[in-house]
């Protein structure tokens, strides 16, 4: 799988699709401290959402590059349906942990904060950007082609979610009470930004809990995807 | 289920299908297809566009799931080979994509690498390795695609239009490879319109009409019977004699204003020189295999198969 996941990357790279996502995530990161001193968990939020947005739109990208005749044939090479599946997530994990990196790196190299940063919130900084990449990229999973062939729909839908998303918590606290059970199926993206934000004023274990229900639900959409995606014909 | 074919307690079926069926909206695709590949076995799929045959390669190679029926292989997974219609668009090189696939194989990097050279070697293309294939025409892409599935000694091979774009020299190249891994237990299921590669490799035919099955041929009657039909005139009734008395005919029949020859696939291009020689001309040649199928009607040019996407 790692073999697989290496050359889907090339592939990809090499196609240069990837170069949109890439530029709009840090032309993002780069206005965000275009001025300084910034807050240091309040700006590790907003990158940390920017990596999110920005994971969906790669990971859509990045689904979507494959032709069905190279994914017949990555099947094939690899032995089934589903270690191919893996390889696409396990190739996807990667923008992201190089996001991370520039995300909690850059504004620390370049002393944007306006103080240091302590190890505990480094830590929960490293998290929330981890999960909320790999959310943004485990929602793509369910708007490649494969899954919705009219691409500009899938776009459409995507965005819907994603913005849904980033207001679930106003939009949530407008519902009445019957329904705001809705919260749960919603990404949790509004609670771990709550979380990180307010970080010094929640307890670690209230932060750690909103990335734990994070955890929860990458693994659930996991299960989810690959529960309907391996009962799929490859694509043709 | 019960498995045929079995020797010393070891089955020679490789892939079984029970009354597959595959259904694409409200369209049946694939209509109770029962079939065994047995190792070591060729077997040609014909039919004309639309039916069914590269679907049924998808099925087989494990890409397309039977709507109900069953689809059963041999200790729960094979080795695998499969040339698609179309090689996909990629920007690599050959040798960066058949490396990359023969690693996601499992194989190891110094025996795939003296594999790929190989067959590269074999396909005339050993000067092409390192060239980006977004510059390949069709047929050296097709060698590519070729490449990726031989290697690695899979169990099965499949191939869809295995000949689609390749020079008679690589036409050439092939068989005697394909024939190499055949005999050495690979079995092998195409879709081909050439009847040449039929005769060369294929142990059985099927005739494929509507999603189903509509004629199996296979074995004594397929070399027995492999003849060339060859409508000509413009020969007298001297020439005609003399061409009858040579031991590559099968039949004769004199019309008013033309013959038929029924003769031997092997005889068929000395005696088309023959009758050319002898100042006659050729109305048509067409390859029936002796299977009492109209081949000429089911063999069509790979050209005219791009709507064959069912």
């Not at chain 2, 003769?263 to 048509?284: M, T």
Request: proline residues 5%; contains cysteine; glycine residues 8%.
């Amino acid at each position: 799988m790692i073999a697989l996941a290496r050359f889907l990357l090339k592939s990809y790279t090499r196609k240069h699709a990837y170069f949109a996502p890439l530029a709009a995530t840090l032309i993002a990161m780069f206005l965000l401290y275009s001025y300084k001193p910034n807050p240091v968990m309040d700006s590790y939020a907003v990158t940390s959402v920017f990596l999110f947005i920005g994971a969906a739109w790669m990971g859509l990208t990045f689904l979507n590059h494959v032709s069905p005749q190279q994914e017949q044939l990555h099947i094939i090479h690899i032995g089934s349906l589903k270690k191919y599946l893996f390889s696409q997530i396990l190739a996807l994990i990667i923008p992201v942990i190089l996001f991370t990196v520039i995300f909690i790196v850059f504004p620390i190299l370049t002393h944007m904060f306006n103080r240091p940063v302590y190890l505990s919130e480094l830590l929960m900084a490293i998290c929330g950007h981890v999960i909320l990449g790999i959310l943004g990229f485990m929602l793509s999973l369910f708007f490649q082609t494969a899954w919705m062939p009219n691409g500009t729909r899938a776009i459409a839908m995507m965005l819907i979610v994603v913005i849904v998303s980033l207001g679930a918590k106003s939009i949530i606290s407008r519902f009445p009470f019957p329904v705001s059970w809705i919260r749960w199926i919603l990404p949790p993206v509004s609670p771990i930004m709550d979380g990180l934000i307010n970080s010094t004023v929640f307890t670690p274990g209230q932060v750690w809990g909103a990335l734990g229900y994070g955890l929860v639900y990458i693994l659930l959409l996991c299960l989810i995807y690959m529960f309907i995606s391996v009962r799929r014909d490859a694509r043709t | 289920m019960a498995i045929a074919g079995t020797e010393n307690g070891v089955t020679a079926e490789l892939v079984i299908m029970q009354d597959a069926v595959k259904v694409y909206g409200r369209r049946k695709v694939l209509q109770d297809i029962s079939l065994n590949v047995r190792k070591g076995e060729c077997t040609a799929l014909v039919g004309k566009n639309g039916s069914g045959k590269s679907t049924l390669l998808r099925m087989l190679a494990g890409l397309t799931r039977p709507t109900s029926g069953t689809r059963w292989v041999s200790g729960g997974r094979l080795v695998t080979g499969y040339v698609p219609e179309r090689f996909p668009p990629l920007t690599f090189t050959p040798w960066e994509f058949l490396l990359s696939s023969a690693e996601v194989r499992g194989m190891k990097k110094e025996s795939a690498e003296n594999e790929i050279r190989g067959f590269l070697s074999q396909l005339g293309m050993e000067s092409f390795a390192h060239v980006r294939m977004s510059q390949f025409s069709k047929g050296m892409l097709q060698k590519i695609n070729l490449i990726q599935a031989m290697m690695g000694s899979p169990d099965l091979l499949v191939l869809d239009e295995p000949l689609s774009g390749l020079d008679i020299k690589a036409q050439e190249n092939l068989e005697y490879i394909l024939v190499g891994l055949k005999r050495s237990g690979t079995a092998i299921v195409m879709s081909v319109h050439e009847p040449k590669l039929i005769e060369q490799i294929a142990d059985r035919v099927l005739l494929m009409k509507n999603g189903q099955i509509i004629k199996e041929t296979s074995g004594k009657h397929l070399e027995a019977g492999t003849t060339t039909q060859i409508v000509l005139r413009g020969l007298n009734s001297s020439a005609v004699k003399r061409i009858s008395e040579h031991p590559g005919i099968v039949g004769l029949a004199v019309r008013s204003d033309h013959c038929e020859l029924e003769v031997r696939s092997e005889a068929a291009d000395v005696l088309l020189r023959q009758i050319l020689d002898s100042g006659g001309s050729i109305v048509s040649v067409i390859p029936n295999m002796g299977m009492n199928i109209p081949l000429g009607e089911w063999l069509q040019p790979a050209a005219s198969e791009k709507g064959d996407q069912v």
